[in-house]
């Protein structure tokens, strides 16, 4: 492709990355991408901002972000919520996958009490750390936070209003499975303590003093408004 950077136009190049490159990291990434560590995340969004850098002539060191958005494109990680989403109504919507189906618990139906948002799906049991990687764990807080776009639209309705939703609040859900607890703890205890948010991004960066690296920690919160 970089021998006809020149001759295409934006749209083209655009269209092209996003056929020949970016199908690859999106495939099953509702999945794969919950297991990974930020730095192999990191390296995934290395491969987007390419393909920006590419399609709209950027020079290395300018931000890759306006361009993102003049392109109306997600981020990978936003990618993957839309992605999510989109599974998750298929499920809810039609029943399919059966397995999926048979997981998904509404509020309303583990007891009688007439509580607020009692159409809200419940969270799944669990006694690990681990298991907020999960695609069910994640799912269900992104129906509890979308709810208002379940409704009965068609698949491409859904998507592109949910698409919509995304650009304009900036959502991203961030999951590391080396994430400390008391860290958590203390995001949690700051968010009810102040203004609510949609998503806490808390980066810790430690440096051990045996390897010649950095660690960075991205706790996943996603809390209502």
């Not at 794969?32 to 290395?46: A, D, F, G, P």
């Not at 491969?47 to 950027?58: G, T």
Request: proline share 3%; aromatic share 16%.
């Amino acid at each position: 492709l970089s021998e006809y950077c020149d001759l295409l136009p934006t749209d083209i190049k655009l269209t092209l990355t996003s056929t020949l490159v970016l199908a690859h990291t999106t495939y099953m990434d509702f999945i794969y991408m919950s297991y990974l560590t930020v730095y192999n995340k990191h390296r995934i969004q290395k491969i987007q901002n390419a393909c920006l850098r590419y399609s709209f002539k950027v020079r290395k060191r300018d931000h890759i972000s306006p361009y993102r958005e003049r392109a109306k494109w997600l981020s990978i990680e936003q990618r993957r919520i839309l992605h999510m989403s989109c599974l998750l109504y298929k499920v809810i919507q039609f029943g399919t996958p059966l397995y999926l189906k048979e997981l998904i618990t509404r509020r309303e139906d583990l007891h009688t009490v007439n509580i607020r948002n009692k159409k809200a799906l419940s969270i799944p049991k669990h006694n690990t750390e681990f298991f907020k990687a999960s695609f069910m764990y994640q799912a269900v807080h992104i129906y509890n936070y979308l709810q208002q776009f379940y409704l009965d639209y068609s698949i491409s309705t859904f998507k592109k209003h949910v698409k919509s939703f995304i650009l304009e609040n900036n959502i991203t859900l961030w999951y590391s499975l080396y994430c400390s607890t008391t860290l958590m703890f203390l995001i949690r205890l700051y968010t009810h303590a102040h203004t609510p948010v949609i998503v806490i991004l808390c980066i810790c960066k430690l440096r051990y003093k045996w390897k010649k690296h950095y660690v960075y920690f991205i706790p996943f919160c996603l809390w209502r408004q």
